[in-house]
DNA sequence: TATTGTTATACTCTATAACTATA
DNA sequence: TATAGTTATAGAGTATAACAATA
């Protein structure tokens, strides 16, 4: 463990401090919370099941049970049977969930392109991706 | 919005997913929650008044008043008056809040380093570090 | 008058344990 | 027996509105 390797850490918590904050405010104007979008932006082009939530969010299966319900409550999102397996269900994003996902996609890309340089945009996408790849894996 | 926009920022709101996951496994081996290893964190080698740290941590000023006492309720946090001005409370870390602050720290490190490759952390930590502060400015 | 922290309230997020239906 | 989703429960996070103390 060297100070470089603290350094990272350091930086990486700050980053994610910083787009927590940006992201729940944009969540917010859509009447959301963080954990509405988040899941709501991970349901897009998807249609995953409700464990398969749980693992991508984090969180127990117990709390996509309410999760879902809400969204679906405004329309959001809708369950629908998987025929191969009774007992799994899927969830599907509804048009005015796609149009509000698309929403905070877009002001969140917005809010960044406001605060960062323009040039290295595309550099840092990459390094992004592969960080992201590399932390999923694990 | 060009697509190289729309893709830096589903890079960083997959990042942003990851390290959320990652931080609230690490800060529950802790017996803490994501947001009061953030809390606890964000007063580390500070004394932040309850203002200050609504706006760290971008929430509204209402919750810190539950967030501290629960955290000093554990014997990580305590409260002091600031003498410039009587209605203003600083947060300040005890010894136990300094030492479970720094293991989580430590996890959050070397969970990176197992996941991330050796050569270009630095780089890529710098790279952060400029991304956190073009964030923060805005 | 304005600001800082608090309280009351209502809703959301979260994990644990126990349950039903299906495999 | 094992797995997918649900319910009940308890605790924590969150914003809004109203408040007391201080500036």
């Known amino acids: 463990m060297t100070q470089s390797d603290r350094d990272l850490a350091a930086a990486l918590s700050g980053l994610h401090r910083e787009i927590n ?6 969540a917010r104007r859509s009447g959301l919370t963080l ?24 969180c127990d299966k ?12 405004r329309g959001l999102l809708a369950r629908e049977p998987d025929p191969a397996d009774r007992r799994v269900i899927r969830v599907v994003i509804t048009e005015q969930g796609r149009s509000v996902g698309e929403d905070i996609r877009d002001a969140f890309a917005k809010e960044l392109v406001a605060r960062l340089p323009r040039s290295g945009r595309r550099e840092l996408a990459a390094t992004v991706e592969t960080v992201v790849a590399a932390l999923h894996a694990g």
């Open 21 to 26: 904050v940006l992201y729940s405010v944009i």
């Open 35 to 58: 954990q509405q979008a988040t899941l709501l932006c991970s349901v897009a082009g998807q249609r995953p099941s409700f464990g398969e939530l749980a693992v991508l969010l984090g």
């Open 62 to 73: 117990t709390n996509i049970t309410g999760m879902v319900d809400r969204l679906a409550r």
